[in-house]
């Protein structure tokens, strides 16, 4: 071989690179998940019981105004994977122009609707939901600024400012809790915990300028569509808690609450995939085997998760509450390791359908979350199920109707792509 002669690479280099990312950013989301529940775990045991519903509400709207957050970050994301040419930078900073215009918005929004939020919740501390405003303005710049990362797969710093929004959390939040256990002390510590992730994401996007006026607005306008489909999707895999509270009696509502914990973590567990796989998705949109892929990888971390549930019922029923509170939903608690990880695949086909720019797929949602309204009011408002027959009728409709609508929504994105 001639010394000017490039050696191959090989073969393998490609599959072990994303390995590594993939071990990176999985290990990161992890980090941050564990570190939230680890700040719920201190909350309920520091506050007294009306204060942590108090904080375990303004948290469930920080999770809804959240999907501004996910919905900049995909919009970055796709719009850097398929950007061809030079000018990276400067989408780059329309992409962070809009999340600090969206982050903006979302505070004043929130600190005009304080009073409003003091009825519905019931909560007297105005300083307490006045903090939801700033805690929800750096989550909203995170979000612009992982999309950005995401799209130009820059796995490890990606996982840097996941790691430190759980660490945030963790540390700051459930460290004022441990110096000061009140509901405005748990607010103050969240608010400084969700500024860290913002600023170590600035910190490595400095230097992105040029952005106009005009391309700020086509971000801000895509990511209005993808915040839809997303805020479709959330509904859906949420509503059946509020079916489990409306149409069964308290103590089933309660075994069906506990079993939704199972369920939650089918859902996460695999997100570090999607957050993987999301860009490639979006530069190749017509790949149905990468798709394929990506589901099958959702679903086989799935299948683990059930196969666990299954061999350790008692293990995961002291987990998630203890024998003696949850003892009879051992039997059933696959049953909700199936309805979590089928939502975790229908995730994953909601962002592949963002990635493509598929308008049809939040009408698709909205239209499946009213059918399993529907049949829920029918099976278990009628009683012609009730007791523990009613949570497991409940967890397998919603099963099912998350497995086919995503059957529905992967058959036209092939469609569209061929």
């Not at 959702?298 to 002291?318: D, F, K, Y």
Request: proline share 4%; with cysteine; glycine share 10%.
């Amino acid at each position: 071989m001639s010394s000017g002669t490039t050696p191959a690479p090989h073969p393998q280099a490609p599959r072990r690179a994303f390995l590594r990312s993939a071990t990176v950013v999985a290990v990161a989301m992890a980090i941050m998940n564990v570190a939230a529940y680890g700040f719920t775990l201190i909350g309920s045991r520091r506050l007294p019981q009306e204060q942590f519903g108090a904080i375990t509400a303004l948290l469930g709207l920080l999770l809804i105004g959240n999907v501004a957050s996910l919905g900049l970050q995909a919009t970055a994301a796709r719009q850097l994977a398929t950007h061809t040419g030079s000018g990276a930078a400067t989408l780059a900073d329309a992409m962070l122009k809009a999340g600090r215009r969206s982050a903006a918005g979302l505070t004043v929004l929130c600190l005009v609707l304080t009073p409003v939020f003091m009825w519905l919740l019931h909560i007297d501390s105005v300083v307490a939901i006045l903090l939801l405003a700033p805690t929800l303005g750096g989550l909203t710049l995170m979000g612009s600024q992982l999309g950005v990362l995401q799209g130009s797969q820059r796995w490890t710093e990606l996982a840097a400012v996941y790691t430190s929004a759980g660490v945030g959390r963790l540390l700051l939040g459930g460290g004022a809790l441990i110096l000061h256990p009140s509901l405005d002390w748990a607010m103050a510590g969240l608010a400084v915990g969700a500024a860290v992730p913002a600023v170590l994401g600035q910190f490595f996007l400095r230097g992105s300028t040029g952005a106009t006026g005009k391309d700020i607005k086509e971000v801000l306008r895509e990511t209005v569509h993808g915040t839809h489909t997303l805020l479709a999707f959330f509904a859906l895999a949420n509503a059946d808690v509020l079916f489990a509270r409306s149409l069964l009696d308290e103590k089933d509502s309660g075994y069906y609450a506990a079993g939704l914990i199972i369920a939650k973590a089918c859902l996460f567990l695999p997100q570090f995939v999607i957050v993987l796989v999301f860009p490639s998705l979006a530069n190749s949109p017509g790949d149905t085997v990468r798709l394929r892929r990506a589901i099958m990888a959702v679903a086989g971390l799935g299948a683990c998760a059930v196969a666990g549930t299954l061999i350790l019922p008692s293990i995961v029923v002291e987990v998630i509450g203890g024998k003696d509170k949850y003892a009879p939903l051992g039997p059933y608690t696959w049953l909700f390791a199936v309805a979590g990880s089928a939502y975790a695949v229908l995730q994953l086909v909601v962002y592949a359908a963002i990635a493509q720019q598929e308008k049809r797929a939040a009408l698709a949602i909205w239209l499946g979350l009213v059918v399993l309204a529907v049949a829920a009011a029918i099976i278990l408002g009628t009683g012609t199920a009730a007791g523990l027959t009613g949570v497991k009728v409940l967890a397998a409709m919603t099963s099912t109707c998350a497995l086919l609508l995503s059957a529905a929504l992967a058959t036209g994105l092939h469609r569209q792509s061929t």
